[in-house]
């Protein structure tokens, strides 16, 4: 297919509440959306950036200026047989993933749309429903968590992980289980601890948590392998695992048991497809995060989730878990399972609320081989 045009759109989207984890209290999702026209088609994607450099190094202002400096001229024009070649394509640029993710997201739309398939199915995709954890972020009080948490159980949510920090980890642990003993449940550190925490890390394999995500540093491979021999519950690493070659050397190391792959961390659907099949290899189930996507976003990461290793409950929850409006239509629900149904339509199987999406749009800027336009 041949890239005919490219647009970017910054956007602000209002969350329903805040969201906080071990590093920053979020109140407004920041994010690039990327428009791809091949052929006469029409696809989307999604670099989920910040406005800052907090769970990434990548912003906003960065993947805008490495999309239209760099990558967007490197691809418009060009004829890309398949979408799953863009990541290569795209190799002279080293790292922003996040910036990569959104241009290659968009490719595989178009791509699924001129076939004429769900973009689950081009990617390999084995369900037709994925089933839905949520990921609540540090509150107030205790209370306040305990109350979210009842809600989210009782709209059938099948997995909770909750975010946590020094002062708000063993005990938080102990009372959720006290309210509930069996449900799956885990935590997610943000790389808030250092290896003098293990001792006090190792306290909460008493809770039968289904794992730890990334206690340590968001670089680290090395020191989680070494706290991975003191615990005996898994370790799942997110931050330390940008491409496959980390998700190896993790492996080999005992850095950790469980790999949690998110497109936009990664570079794009055909990374994550390297990493997902190198962890089946080895037999290490994966699942897929989030990033408060919006529908966008969150359709690529739901076609990706259907693929075979994607065994556990992901942090793909439905648009209103974390929007009043999403830019999709529909938007995702939650079926009352707990599952999340993969769309049949052809591509990301949802379209464009062009309208609310105007209303959002902070700027945007148009490519196309002979010019470009700008609108504040
Ligand atoms: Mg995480």
């Given at each position: 297919m ?5 647009e970017?759109r910054?956007?602000?989207?209002p969350l329903k509440?805040?969201?906080e ?6 109140r ?12 006469g088609v ?7 950036v910040?406005d800052g450099?907090?769970f990434s190094?990548?912003t ?7 999309l239209r ?7 418009l024009?060009?004829?890309i047989?398949r979408?799953?070649?863009?990541f290569?394509?795209m190799?002279?640029v080293r790292?922003h993933?996040?910036?990569?993710t959104g241009?290659?997201e968009a490719?595989?739309?178009?791509e ?7 973009l ?16 609540v972020?540090i509150?107030?009080?205790?209370p306040?968590?305990l109350?979210?948490?009842?809600g ?5 949510y099948?997995?909770v992980?909750?975010?946590i920090?020094p002062g708000?980890?063993?005990d ?5 289980r006290?309210?509930w003993p ?9 790389s808030a601890?250092?290896l ?5 890390l ?12 990334q206690p ?7 020191e989680?392998?070494?706290l991975q021999?003191?615990l005996?519950t898994?370790i799942?690493?997110d931050?330390?695992?940008p491409?496959p070659?980390?998700?190896r050397a993790?492996?080999e ?5 469980i790999?949690?792959i ?7 659907l ?9 962890c089946q290899e080895r ?5 897929c995060?989030g990033?408060?996507e919006?529908?966008?976003g969150?359709?690529h ?8 290793n994607?065994t556990?409950p ?7 878990r974390y929007y009043?409006?999403?830019v999709?239509?529909p938007p ?5 399972d707990g ?6 339509g ?5 379209e464009i609320d062009?309208d609310f999406?105007?209303?959002v749009?902070?700027r ?6 002979l010019?470009h336009?700008?609108?504040d």
């Amino acid at each position: 297919m041949r890239v005919e045009q490219v647009e970017i759109r910054y956007v602000r989207l209002p969350l329903k509440r805040h969201f906080e984890t071990s590093f920053r209290r979020t109140r407004e999702r920041h994010t690039i959306l990327v428009a791809v026209r091949a052929d006469g088609v029409e696809g989307w994607g999604e670099s989920p950036v910040e406005d800052g450099p907090w769970f990434s190094s990548e912003t906003v202002e960065t993947a805008w200026h490495v999309l239209r400096d760099f990558l967007i001229p490197m691809m418009l024009g060009q004829e890309i047989a398949r979408a799953a070649d863009a990541f290569a394509r795209m190799g002279r640029v080293r790292g922003h993933p996040m910036a990569k993710t959104g241009l290659e997201e968009a490719l595989w739309d178009a791509e699924a749309r001129q076939q004429g398939v769900p973009l689950a199915r081009l990617l390999g995709g084995v369900r037709d429903r994925i089933e839905s954890g949520v990921s609540v972020g540090i509150q107030d009080s205790l209370p306040e968590l305990l109350e979210q948490v009842e809600g989210y159980l009782a709209q059938g949510y099948r997995r909770v992980k909750v975010k946590i920090k020094p002062g708000w980890d063993v005990d938080v642990v102990r009372e959720l289980r006290r309210r509930w003993p069996t449900v799956p449940l885990m935590v997610d550190a943000n790389s808030a601890y250092t290896l003098a925490d293990a001792d006090h890390l190792a306290a909460l394999d008493e809770w039968g948590l289904l794992m730890i995500e990334q206690p340590l540093a968001y670089d680290d491979l090395y020191e989680h392998s070494l706290l991975q021999r003191r615990l005996r519950t898994p370790i799942c690493l997110d931050e330390s695992i940008p491409t496959p070659a980390h998700a190896r050397a993790a492996l080999e190391l005992g850095s950790c048991r469980i790999i949690n792959i998110k497109p936009g961390r990664v570079g794009g659907l055909a990374q994550a497809r390297r990493i997902h099949d190198l962890c089946q290899e080895r037999g290490v189930p994966v699942w897929c995060g989030g990033l408060l996507e919006t529908g966008v976003g969150r359709a690529h990461n739901v076609a990706i989730a259907s693929l075979p290793n994607y065994t556990l409950p992901g942090d793909i929850s439905a648009s209103d878990r974390y929007y009043e409006r999403d830019v999709v239509v529909p938007p995702f629900r939650l079926n009352p399972d707990g599952t999340i149904d993969v769309p049949r339509g052809p591509g990301i199987g949802v379209e464009i609320d062009r309208d609310f999406l105007e209303t959002v749009t902070v700027r945007r800027e148009v490519f196309t081989q002979l010019q470009h336009t700008c609108h504040d």
